[in-house]
Nanobody
Framework: VQLVESGGGLVQAGGSLRLSCAAS????????MGWYRQTPGNERELVAA????????NYANSVKGRFTISRDNVKNTMYLEMNSLKPEDTAVYYC??????????WGQGTQVTVSS
């Protein structure tokens, strides 16, 4: 499975960004997908996740009500709509895909910078 993210950038606080993650390869093996983020010196943390079957979602408390995760199974693409962005949302955002055998694939990461 290959994952390619796009959509990061610089935005002012209160603004919005939309991240995309296009999956290719053995996409039939994917059980769930998610977005993680990481800042220097910190561990990568889960932002949001979605199952590819039933579309169940899970969000970090810090982004609930502001971020929305979705997926298009026909296009094999996952999205993260980020609204009301805060400076503390600044991080490198990574796309993740987990297979039914619990193997994890990662994208290359995309930088999101929110200025105050």
């Amino acid at each position: 499975v290959q994952l390619v993210e796009s959509g990061g950038g610089l935005v002012q606080a209160g603004g919005s960004l939309r991240l995309s993650c296009a999956a290719s390869g053995s996409t039939f093996s994917i059980k769930s997908m998610g977005w993680y983020r990481q800042t220097p010196g910190n561990e990568r943390e889960l932002v949001a996740a979605i199952t590819t079957g039933g579309g169940r979602t899970n969000y970090a408390n810090s982004v609930k009500g502001r971020f929305t995760i979705s997926r298009d199974n026909v296009k094999n693409t996952m999205y993260l709509e980020m609204n009301s962005l805060k400076p503390e949302d600044t991080a490198v955002y990574y796309c993740n895909a987990q297979t039914w055998s619990f193997f994890n694939y990662w994208g290359q990461g995309t930088q999101v910078t929110v200025s105050s």
